[in-house]
């Protein structure tokens, strides 16, 4: 029987509570309206929730009054939501599907934190997981992507999933219980019902218990996915030290590739382009760049290096007169003061203690450019690259393309910000006014 077979499953992956109330999303379709009646049978407090999209016309009007008048029959608090789903898809560019399904799940949730509800009930069952499983197959997917529709997801609930849709069907029958029909779901226009209408019927022409076996597998993925999922994790950290990955060490894991996906794919990193990156392990170039909306990754002196984009505004380039503390774009501060005697030297590499008779003012801190040479402190001849000296000192590519020099007026680098200062003004015996600079970030 039905009723304690759903009773077996809420147990099993601890769904439901008994003094929990629950919001059960109903459309009217059999699926829906099952799940509506039985937790209400099994003595769970419920209510319901309806979405008019407006996409059937009449149709749609037609559901929603079937909604009212069952929930009015079961005494069931029913809340209803009207929306033009046709304008918000075309508003955000996405299709009528995922215009449907944000609008949906937004209106839950805000029922669910504005009423107090435990959870959402939804009622995807079985059939419905197998849909999604071959979905991704066809499209390409990884071990999560062949795991089926997982039973509870944050507070949405799916105590139906142990269910076929004709065990469903079934239980309604026998409560001589009507229920509405989706004319959308009898046309195969979209690959979700391609696959319901055409594909599964045959593969149980071939197989009668090919959708039970699919989620068999299903069940054990899930399992090895637990096992790899703990694996990576460890892997990750073993291997990530400061937002870097030893090349070396990632390529003698079992399987850099997974490792990659686990560390990069939260960053907004694409598959095709996790994929692009971890072809290139075997022959790395330092200064491969791969950049996500947020995230940027490179390949440094032997490692991954992931570090997030800048978002704020570009910075430019900025003057600084007179003495004062002058603001970056960012929040980050540069203060210059001037004073007379000859000040100690600070070994804080923030603080930049300079000859000030040797400046000429004013000053600008501006981002590193190509081509830009330096002095450093204590270099008697000549002059070196920039970029070779943060090359020396162990700076990343991303944090060569993003460090600060200070120069003068003559367009002269004074300072290397948070390294090292130019040997052209130094302190030193004869000096009488010092220019003290203090960048804090």
Known sequence: MLNSKIVRFIGLHRLLEYNGKYLVAVSGGADSVCLLLLLKELGYQVEAAHCNFHLRGQESQRDEEFVKSLCKKNDVALHIAHYDTLAYAQLHKMSIEMAARTLRYRYFEQLRQDLGFSGICVAHHRDDSV?????????????????????????????????????????????????????????????????????????????????????????????????????????????????????????????????????????????????????????????????????????????????????????????????????????????????????????????????????????????????DRFVPFGMKKGSRLVCDCLTDWKLSVLEKRNQLVLADATGTIVWVVGHRVSELCRVDEQTTRCATLHFTT
């Open 131 to 371: 849909e999604t499983i071959l979905m991704n197959l066809i499209r390409g997917t990884g071990i999560h992507g062949l795991t089926g529709i997982k039973p509870l997801n944050g507070y949405v609930v799916r105590p139906l999933l142990c269910a076929s849709r004709k065990e469903i069907e079934q239980w309604l029958r026998e409560k001589s219980q009507a229920y509405v029909t989706d004319s959308t779901n009898l046309h195969d226009d979209i690959v979700r019902n391609k696959l319901r209408l055409n594909i599964i019927p045959l593969l149980h022409e071939v197989m009668p218990k090919a959708s039970a076996n699919i989620m068999t597998t299903a069940a054990h993925l899930r399992e090895t996915a637990l096992v790899a999922d703990a694996a990576i994790e460890a892997a990750l950290q073993r291997l990530v030290k400061n937002n870097r990955i030893a090349l070396e060490a990632l390529l003698s894991e079992p399987s850099a590739e997974s490792i990659l996906f686990a560390w990069l794919e939260p960053a907004g990193f694409s598959s095709a382009t996790i994929l692009q990156i971890a072809s290139r392990l075997m022959h790395p170039v330092t200064g491969a760049l791969w950049q996500s909306a947020t995230h940027e990754v490179c390949i440094d002196r032997g490692c991954l290096l992931l570090q997030q984009r800048e978002t704020g505004p570009e910075m430019s380039p900025l003057l600084i007169p007179e003495p004062g503390i002058y603001v970056l774009p960012d929040g980050r501060r540069l203060r210059l003061a001037i004073s007379d005697g000859n000040t100690s030297v600070s070994r804080d590499p923030w603080v930049a203690t300079l000859d000030a008779s040797k400046l000429a003012l004013p000053l600008t801190l501006r981002r590193m450019q190509t081509g």
